[in-house]
């Protein structure tokens, strides 16, 4: 199993919903990173997660909170976005930081 | 001035051509990367380099880290092939040394 999954593939939400994006891999990589993609703009880092424990936060707001229960899962969950949050959520796995990423194919996000 | 650089940012070919984008590079890195991502789609990982040149099909890339300089080439080139191609380089600063992308090559292939 070489593929990063990303559920939803499309999320419509209100600015006071709660939602949850989630990220799988089974290819044993021990770090896990959220992207947020802007259209015609390249990827943005959010997060870094490495050996389970959250090494990067790009300085992301509060509203946007990274959980990773296992090894071979990353939520992002998502409170009270603003519609300029509406973009592209691109989740990667690597097997080391730093190293050679696999991308999911991402959640597409609208926040109405 | 970005520290990853692409060229062109936007390339329309004709089917069959052969086609090069270049992308440079400011810092030290460990690795380049090049990514393609279709229309709306999500990113797929094309080459990981450090050195010399390396073959997928059709595709081929190179890298000359004297010159921090990268080059990814389509031989024979399809509609298909029309997606953005990033270039993006693993750092050697840092300390979790994730990706710093440059800022696309949008290719359209014609028909």
């Known amino acids: 199993d070489t593929e990063v999954t990303q559920t939803p593939k499309h999320l419509v939400m209100g600015m006071t919903n709660k939602k949850s994006l989630k990220c799988e891999q089974h290819?044993?990589?021990?770090?896990m990173y959220w992207y947020k993609q802007k259209a015609k703009k390249p990827p943005e880092l959010m997060f870094v997660?490495?050996?389970?424990?959250?090494?990067i936060n790009e300085s992301v707001p509060s509203r946007f909170s990274p959980e990773c229960p296992n090894s071979s899962l990353l939520n992002l969950h998502l409170h009270a976005l603003q519609p300029e949050d509406s973009a592209l959520y691109l989740c990667?796995?690597?097997?080391?930081?730093?190293?050679?990423?696999?991308f999911g194919p991402g959640t597409r996000l609208t926040v109405t | 001035k970005n520290e990853v650089e692409q060229s062109p940012q936007n390339l329309t070919a004709q089917e069959g051509e052969f086609i090069t984008i270049n992308c440079s590079y400011s810092?030290?890195?460990?690795?380049l990367h090049w990514l393609q991502q279709h229309p709306g789609g999500g990113i797929v990982s094309l080459f990981m380099?450090?050195?010399g040149k390396k073959k997928h099909g059709r595709l081929i890339a190179t890298i000359n880290i004297q010159e921090k300089h990268s080059s990814l080439h389509i031989t024979a080139s399809h509609p298909r092939d029309s997606a953005v191609y990033i270039c993006?380089?693993?750092?050697?600063?840092?300390?979790?040394?994730?990706?710093?992308f440059g800022s696309g090559t949008q290719l359209t292939v014609l028909p």
């Open positions: 990667a796995s690597s097997q080391e930081a730093g190293t050679g990423h696999f």
């Open positions: 290819m044993g990589h021990r770090a």
């Open positions: 997660y490495s050996y389970e424990k959250l090494s």
């Open positions: 810092v030290g890195i460990s690795a």
């Open positions: 380099l450090s050195s």
């Open positions: 993006a380089v693993t750092s050697l600063s840092g300390s979790a040394r994730q990706l710093t």
